[in-house]
């Protein structure tokens, strides 16, 4: 990992002794690397001696919950709730802390406060194509699982922690550990060497997956799991070029209820079958249509998700949304849109 050198370290805590008031900063629509990442470095700081602010644009979902301390809970800003106090958490820090995203339009409705922030700025990231120039400086590693991997190895060379996994602290471990498994959907995607390593030494620290797992995946409403039937039994379709892909709209949402992180991990179902070599959903937000790509080795989620889709990610998960009405006037044109697309896609000799 060349950015996780001596050099970076050192100014890395150089950075933060110096700072007097830190913010930690996310993507929009917090996912449990984001989460995970952010609060594992809340506690960090707090073992410094620092009181940090994690400033988000959405709410986090509930099912993370279990990672948010009561204290913990009112140094979280959501700008959704609190617009001004989110902005002047970001003008008011001397160094702001990014994790889990390469450029600022990725935190959306806080990228003008970022922009115009005269604090020093530090990326923590795990994407392709970072925007560096926008930072004093970065951590940005691709072949790693998560922000949260790549936080932990960064802490790991730091003096206060000293490649002794315990001294991180149980909240701390908890975190990453959090972060790492959501991201790599229980280690069924983007899984390296350095992944099992960190997963190793959490457990051998006292980390509890047991109870990870438990809250991750067996605390949602009856409601996610009739919507899952629903959508693989009623919703999912499958073209000839095995693409496999499911349209959920703002009136399915309504009526199961549907709150953020209810469909996590729901892309990945349809990978199980023989024939299907990416999946595709594709869910209707207030502006926009969001788009989450899974795809097996050998066909490139993140190629088609900058090709198609305004986004990308990593070479078999990737996400992007279609605008509206610049790609699609609605939810009724995606389903048409997919299929054309991913037909050019799947049939270039380029992407082959």
Not at 126 to 150: G, K, Q, Y
Not at 202 to 217: E, F, P, Q, S
Not at 219 to 239: C, F, S
Request: aromatic share 6%; net charge negative; charged share 25%.
């Amino acid at each position: 990992m060349k950015d996780i050198n001596s050099g970076n370290i050192h100014m890395l805590e150089s950075m933060i002794l110096n700072a007097e008031n830190i913010c930690i900063v996310t993507h929009m629509k917090p996912d449990g690397d984001a989460m995970g990442s952010s609060t594992a470095l809340y506690h960090y700081l707090m073992k410094l001696g620092k009181t940090s602010k994690i400033v988000i644009n959405d709410p986090y979902p509930s099912y993370l919950s279990f990672l948010i301390s009561e204290d913990l809970g009112r140094n979280i800003i959501t700008y959704e709730s609190q617009p001004s106090h989110a902005t002047d958490a970001i003008s008011g820090s001397d160094l702001i802390i990014c994790l889990d995203f390469n450029a600022f339009h990725r935190t959306d409705r806080l990228e003008e406060a970022l922009y115009q922030s005269t604090g020093r700025k530090i990326l923590i990231d795990h994407h392709l194509n970072p925007a560096r120039e926008l930072f004093d400086l970065s951590f940005s590693e691709i072949e790693v699982s998560s922000a949260s991997e790549l936080l932990y190895h960064i802490l790991m060379e730091t003096s206060v922690i000293n490649k002794d996994t315990a001294r991180l602290g149980n909240e701390c471990a908890q975190a990453l550990m959090t972060g790492m498994t959501t991201d790599t959907n229980n280690f069924a995607n983007s899984v390296f060497p350095s992944t099992l390593h960190m997963a190793s030494d959490l457990l051998a620290a006292g980390t509890d997956r047991d109870y990870i797992l438990n809250r991750i995946y067996n605390q949602y409403g009856e409601n996610r799991l009739r919507l899952m039937g629903h959508m693989m039994k009623d919703l999912m379709k499958i073209t000839s070029d095995g693409v496999a892909y499911i349209m959920l709209d703002k009136q399915t949402q309504e009526a199961y209820s549907t709150a953020e992180g209810d469909t996590e991990g729901f892309v990945n179902m349809p990978l199980s079958i023989a024939e299907v070599r990416m999946s595709i959903l594709a869910k209707e937000d207030t502006d926009r249509i969001r788009i989450s790509i899974r795809s097996k080795r050998g066909t490139s989620a993140n190629m088609c998700a900058r090709r198609f889709f305004n986004g990308g990610g990593h070479e078999n998960a990737a996400g992007g949304r279609l605008l509206i009405p610049d790609n699609v006037n609605g939810i009724d044109e995606v389903g048409d849109y997919i299929e054309r697309t991913t037909h050019i896609f799947l049939n270039d000799e380029d992407n082959k």
